[in-house]
T-cell receptor
Framework: LAKTTQPISMDSYEGQEVNITCSHNNIATNDYITWYQQFPSQGPRFIIQGYKTKVTNEVASLFIPADRKSSTLSLPRVSLSDTAVYYCLVGDGGGSYIPTFGRGTSLIVHP | EPEVTQTPSHQVTQMGQEVILRCVPISNHLYFYWYRQILGQKVEFLVSFYNNEISEKSEIFDDQFSVERPDGSNFTLKIRSTKLEDSAMYFC???????????????FGQGTRLTVV
């Protein structure tokens, strides 16, 4: 299982763009990169997933360079409600795939 | 949007008692998981379940834990003799199966807060 490394915490202000980078140097060929969001006392929620280049949905964008050893979750114009813990996961959805969570990045958005 | 539902939302139990946490996964999902999160700590994997049997389990999932899919919709986690350190949020999750493999997008329930006193 590829190990992931991301900042423990980040601070931002309302209206700013936030970029959270995750390192996964040992990513395997079949691995996808998946990001989850977790609010206090709630279960993790899937945000976005990608394999390479760029993926965008209504919530976020995910940038993956050609070597796939890192990825960046981009949250445009954050609001106070984006304050949460963001997790980067790497895995291939194999028969025994287990979403495995690290410490994540605690994002605090200030007024 | 389909969702995973868990009951109860809160459970208080005395040490040594048995508890059953219930989950209704999304109807067309075939991979099920249980996780726990002790306050202030990370989300920890307990067990995965597929094709009516345990697929993987962690070191945390010892003999006091068991899982069951008693019917076509429910997925339960039983803790036989609760200990103080079992106090945590317990999350159920489910995912689709595509090509015989679990999808990397898992859907989580809102959790059951278990307090052992």
């Amino acid at each position: 299982l590829a190990k992931t490394t991301q900042p423990i915490s980040m601070d931002s202000y309302e209206g700013q763009e936030v970029n959270i980078t995750c390192s996964h140097n040992n990513i395997a060929t079949n691995d996808y990169i998946t990001w989850y969001q977790q609010f206090p006392s709630q279960g993790p929620r899937f945000i976005i997933q990608g394999y390479k280049t760029k993926v965008t949905n209504e919530v976020a964008s995910l940038f993956i360079p050609a070597d796939r050893k890192s990825s960046t979750l981009s949250l445009p114009r954050v609001s106070l409600s984006d304050t949460a813990v963001y997790y980067c996961l790497v895995g291939d959805g194999g028969g025994s795939y287990i979403p495995t969570f690290g410490r994540g990045t605690s994002l605090i958005v200030h007024p | 949007e389909p969702e995973v539902t868990q009951t109860p939302s809160h459970q208080v139990t005395q040490m040594g008692q048995e508890v059953i946490l219930r989950c209704v996964p999304i109807s067309n999902h075939l991979y099920f998981y249980w996780y726990r999160q002790i306050l202030g700590q990370k989300v920890e994997f307990l067990v995965s379940f597929y094709n009516n049997e345990i697929s993987e389990k962690s070191e945390i999932f010892d003999d006091q834990f068991s899982v069951e899919r008693p019917d076509g919709s429910n997925f339960t986690l039983k803790i036989r003799s609760t200990k103080l350190e079992d106090s945590a949020m317990y999350f159920c999750a489910s995912s689709e199966v595509r090509g015989g493999r679990a999808n990397t997008e898992a859907f989580f329930g809102q959790g059951t807060r278990l307090t052992v006193v």
